[in-house]
């Protein structure tokens, strides 16, 4: 366990700001934020931003990641820009969860023999004419954005062909969507996320699949929201600055529905608890340097304490600044539970993924969220936990990041193109490279029939 600048588990305090971000809890949002920079992990905050982004909004508010963008390249971390986009993200009212919905309809999809959508004939491109069967389907389909089409085929595509093809449309689309365009190209490079292949593929075609009335929609910041600091919020972040360092800053406790399957306590049972790494704190220099060591913060004090290895002399210095009022094993319980406590599942209770994924998905509603217009998908809780219920048990069990699991997913899909096109290589993609006629429509059903090259 990590404790941040105020004793808070450094793991818990992010997934408390992601929490509320996702909740719209902007007051709460804005106190996590800070004790991330105060403990000297503005990075971590970053990560956290543009992933709810990300997987809460995809690319239903683009004039927000390229503010976001925009910051970050600039190599210059502005705390108020930070606080700002914090403020900003959490009016956003509208969700599209496509990005993560798409891994799960993608799981749907690479079980069929036929293609998920159709494919109207149109006037294919000569420049990438030279190109397989496979490839024409991917490049027809995303002339057509039809995204899930594209993800489909994909195995059978090579990466350079992808990229020629995404860098041939550019030149249609509007100069700021070949900047987000890009930036989701290069997102593990100027982010510190490390999202797989699939991932950042799937990113690129949603930028590019979005229908041209869309852009204008995603580009302009809505009227309520305006890229300030409100009022209130910032005399509330000068209030919790004077109180650094002192018990009285540990105003909030952590929310624990934000805790499941995502922290140590998220995966323990009521009848444990996390008391005994506060209170250790202070009582020998182990104990205290065991409980700091990975906080940014209390890493560069110690070594300020302690400039020629560890002393008693250097260890009561680092006492003297950590604790001005008392060590923590003298706080009272409310205070200690501001930031440890109890487990929040049942003793020998199974992980579901479908309650690890309520935080992320559109649970108010079975309709979707603006993403059946766009990419012809249900991006609701409910049908993804159907994808979820079937894959359950080949799912990993313990602690779950976004990340993990879309790495998880994306393997599973690779592999199931891969069993799935095994089987018809000779029966039917030799057929296209033959350019002869298709009988057999189930195997990949009508749309194949309209490559205008074949």
């Known amino acids: 366990m990590t404790l941040t600048r105020h004793f808070y588990d450094l793991q818990e305090v992010h997934v408390a700001y992601e929490f509320c971000l996702i909740n719209h809890r902007t007051q709460e949002a804005c106190f996590w934020l800070l004790e991330l920079i105060d403990s000297g992990e503005p990075f971590g905050a970053i990560n956290i931003l543009i992933e709810v982004y990300l997987i809460r909004y995809g690319t239903a508010n683009l004039w927000w990641l390229i503010e976001a963008y925009k910051m970050i390249i600039s190599n210059n971390i502005d705390t108020e820009i930070l606080f700002i986009l914090t403020v900003s993200l959490c009016k956003i009212q509208e969700p599209d969860t496509s990005f993560l919905s798409l891994h799960f309809t993608s799981l749907r999809d690479m079980k069929s023999t036929k293609p998920p959508e159709g494919l109207p004939k149109s006037v294919f491109p000569s420049e990438l004419a030279k190109w397989s069967s496979p490839e024409k389907f991917f490049a027809r389909s995303l002339f057509e954005r039809k995204i899930r089409n594209c993800l489909w085929i994909l195995s059978k595509c090579s990466p350079v062909f992808v990229n020629d093809t995404i860098n041939f449309l550019k030149s249609s689309l509007p100069s700021t969507i070949v900047l987000m365009l890009n930036a989701m190209k290069t997102l593990n490079s100027w982010t510190w996320l490390h999202y797989n292949d699939f991932s950042i593929i799937t990113l690129t075609l949603m930028m590019i699949c979005l229908r041209p009335e869309d852009y204008s929609k995603s580009l302009t910041m809505p009227p309520s929201i305006t890229m300030s600091l409100p009022s209130h919020i910032y005399k509330s972040i000068i209030e919790w600055e004077q109180l650094t360092g002192l018990r009285t800053r540990r105003i909030y406790e952590i929310p624990r529905d934000s805790l499941y399957m995502k922290t140590d306590r998220g995966m323990m049972s009521y009848l444990q608890d996390t008391?005994?790494?506060?209170?250790?704190?202070?009582?020998?220099?182990?104990?205290?340097?065991?409980?700091?060591?990975?906080?940014?913060?209390?890493?560069?004090?110690?070594?300020?304490?302690?400039?020629?290895?560890?002393?008693?002399?250097?260890?009561?210095?680092?006492?003297?600044?950590?604790?001005?009022?008392?060590?923590?094993?003298?706080?009272?319980?409310?205070?200690?539970?501001?930031?440890?406590g109890q487990g929040v599942t049942n003793p020998g209770e199974r992980f579901y993924w479908r309650r690890w994924l309520r935080s992320y998905m559109n649970t108010h509603s079975m309709e979707s969220s603006g993403a059946e217009k766009k990419y012809h998908i249900q991006d609701n809780h409910y049908m993804v936990s159907q994808e979820v219920e079937v894959f359950d048990p080949i799912l990993p069990k313990g602690y779950m990041t976004i990340q993990y699991l879309l790495q998880h997913l994306s393997e599973i899909i690779y592999n199931g193109q891969i069993k799935l096109f095994s089987r018809l290589d000779d029966s039917f993609l030799g057929k296209l490279e033959n350019k002869q006629d298709i009988k057999n429509e189930i195997i990949l059903g009508n749309a194949m029939n309209k490559l205008s090259l074949l």
Do not use: V
């Open 275 to 340: 008391f005994g790494n506060l209170k250790t704190l202070g009582s020998s220099i182990d104990n205290t340097y065991m409980g700091i060591y990975n906080c940014t913060f209390w890493k560069e004090l110690w070594a300020k304490c302690n400039p020629h290895g560890t002393t008693d002399e250097g260890y009561d210095a680092f006492c003297e600044f950590a604790f001005p009022n008392d060590i923590p094993d003298e706080w009272s319980l409310e205070d200690q539970k501001k930031s440890h």
